[in-house]
């Protein structure tokens, strides 16, 4: 067809507004497939992670399908493993490092931060403020780096406990479980100020402790605890459930709490799960592990495009969609939120917060030349008949930005035919 077009036209003849128009066309197109292949990878924002005492970070989606207990090999024998939308992090005692990977396994880097760390028996990291570990040394002290590794000091601040095992955070808070009498949860500020090793009183300690932005999760030998974020009150049976083994390491996204499972010294061991509320525990959920005792999540990141609605009359289409947990939504033409470039799109672009697991709708609202060319079609029909319709398609992608440290992003592609009817009056 296009040669069609230029059939009995030389080079010259071509009006030059049209090559603008060719050339600024084909530009998109290339920007485009570039920006396509800058997507984040989907797939990782829906797997739970343990470190291996055996020396390799172990991987399976938190359905608990597609077990791999050699995702990262070549350690020491990782105490601890956290990870953010970017990276896995783990710390290992038996050569006193933190490293870091990228989040598909690549890019293993064992060294990523040596200084200040001591038998490190705990590790936790926020994107606001940098990477935590607990260095245990009879007086247990917290370490600390900037997020790409820089500045590490191995005093942050002093936790006033002995004998701590497991770290976590929030965006308040680093939090720490002491594991001998007096058992207790301790925590500081972010910035390292104020440590409180008495802040929580517990019945039991194991090692590990994670938050959310409600409670805090902890190892309790035999079972999962919780306890209320802002302190009171702690439940040591709060799955009771994981008694089917000896749990060793909690952690939690915004659907599941999961923990390691070791049923002996020559296994088999597992990782366990239940939900958010503390029902439906499976305490064998992923079999097959090697000896997990730290475990880290990352919220699922899937979109589920529900049904596409056309209202013909405003040639208008609604997308009703869902995603498994809380966090933003929008909806523009590019491969990444929010376009800054706006004012130049075909679709209105849209932004939701989403408060938990739920289905929700976007309005694809033509704009600019898009909506002018819909009506451009009307008003040239109606003009020699009575009724008229008009038809645009449009590409559009719905991002989903999971809340939390962990929350990686995930785009789902959608292309609509924009449909508008309209009647001449009589």
Not at 47 to 76: C, D, H, M, Q
Not at 164 to 174: N, R, Y
Not at 197 to 220: I, K, R
Request: with cysteine; net charge positive; charged share 15%.
């Amino acid at each position: 067809m296009f040669g069609r077009r230029l059939a009995g036209h030389s080079h010259h003849s071509e009006h030059p507004l049209r090559r603008r128009v060719a050339l600024t066309i084909l530009a998109a197109a290339v920007l485009a497939a570039l920006a396509l292949l800058l997507l984040p990878p989907h797939a990782h924002g829906n797997f739970v992670y343990w470190a291996n005492e055996e020396g390799t970070i172990g991987r399976a989606k938190i359905n608990g399908t597609g077990p791999n207990n050699n995702f990262i090999t070549g350690l020491s024998a990782p105490s601890a493993v956290a990870v953010d939308s970017k990276f896995i992090y783990w710390a290992d005692p038996g050569t006193n490092r933190i490293g870091r990977a990228n989040l598909d396994g690549t890019g293993v880097n064992p060294n990523f931060i040596t200084t200040g760390v001591t038998n490190p028996l705990g590790l936790a990291v926020t994107m606001s403020s940098g990477i935590y570990w607990l260095n245990h040394v009879g007086s247990e002290t917290v370490g600390h780096a900037d997020i790409d590794g820089g500045n590490p000091v191995g005093t942050f601040f002093n936790t006033g406990s002995v004998d701590a095992c497991g770290l976590g955070a929030d965006q308040s808070f680093v939090y720490w479980l002491t594991a001998s009498p007096p058992l207790r949860i301790g925590r500081a500020a972010l910035s390292g100020a104020n440590p409180d090793p008495n802040f929580v009183t517990v019945a039991n300690a194991g090692c590990g402790v994670t938050a959310d932005p409600t409670f805090l999760y902890w190892d309790a030998n035999d079972s999962i605890g919780r306890v209320p974020v802002g302190g009171g009150s702690s439940d040591a049976n709060f799955i009771p459930a994981a008694a089917a083994g000896s749990p060793c390491g909690v952690a939690v996204n915004s659907q599941y709490v999961f923990w390691g499972n070791l049923t002996g010294s020559t296994g088999p061991n597992f990782i366990g799960r239940a939900n958010l509320n503390g029902n439906a525990p499976n305490a064998q959920l992923i079999p097959g592990i090697g000896r997990a005792c730290a475990v880290a999540a990352a919220p699922s990141n899937k979109i589920t495009i529900n049904s596409i609605a056309k209202k013909k009359k405003k040639g208008t289409a609604i997308i009703n969609a869902k995603v498994p947990g809380p966090g933003q939504v929008t909806l523009n033409q590019t491969n990444t939120p929010p376009d800054v470039n706006a004012v130049a799109a075909a679709v209105k672009q849209i932004g939701l917060t989403i408060t938990q697991a739920s289905s929700f709708s976007l309005a694809v609202k033509p704009v600019g030349k898009t909506a002018k060319k819909l009506n451009r079609q009307i008003k040239k029909q109606l003009r020699k008949k009575r009724k008229a319709k008009a038809k645009v398609n449009v590409t559009v992608f719905i991002h989903f930005v999971p809340a939390g440290v962990a929350g990686v992003p995930n785009t789902q592609q959608v292309t609509i035919a924009l449909v508008k009817q309209a009647h001449k009056k009589k």
